[in-house]
């Protein structure tokens, strides 16, 4: 059983950066696709973007397209999603996912999830 813990969420005011932090036990890490998704209060949670097991290839959404990066360090079982030009509607509590294999961008896709760290952006 894959167990995953998300880290270095925070209050940042906006245009500033942050830089969360997941990190993975009990499984093969190198052999899962890793996932971030959000959740904003009163809103369904949304993909965020994903990475290859290998870290070669990384696709995100257009609302975070040219601000997010998403990273992983297979040696450590690490993932990481740096957040730069952060917006208001940036704000919600963030989960790292990771799977075998790669269906679609929804919740129901992913195996694995972590607990969410909590992301503010002040104006």
């Known amino acids: 059983q894959v167990q995953l813990v998300e880290s270095g969420g925070g209050l940042v005011q906006a245009g500033g950066s942050l830089r969360l932090s997941c990190a993975a036990s009990?499984?093969?890490?190198?052999?899962?696709?890793m996932a971030w998704f959000r959740q904003a209060p009163g809103k369904d949670r949304e993909y965020v973007g994903r990475?290859?097991?290998?870290?070669?290839?990384?696709w995100y959404a257009e609302s975070v397209e040219g601000r997010f990066t998403i990273s992983r360090d297979n040696a450590r079982n690490m993932g990481y999603l740096q957040m730069n030009n952060l917006k208001p509607e940036d704000t919600g509590t963030y989960f790292c996912?990771?799977?075998?294999?790669?269906?679609?961008?929804?919740?129901?896709?992913?195996?694995?999830w972590g607990q969410g760290t909590q992301v503010t952006v002040s104006s």
């Open positions: 009990g499984g093969t890490f190198s052999g899962l696709i």
């Open positions: 996912a990771m799977s075998h294999i790669w269906t679609t961008p929804t919740v129901s896709a992913l195996q694995y």
């Open positions: 990475i290859t097991k290998n870290g070669v290839g990384a």
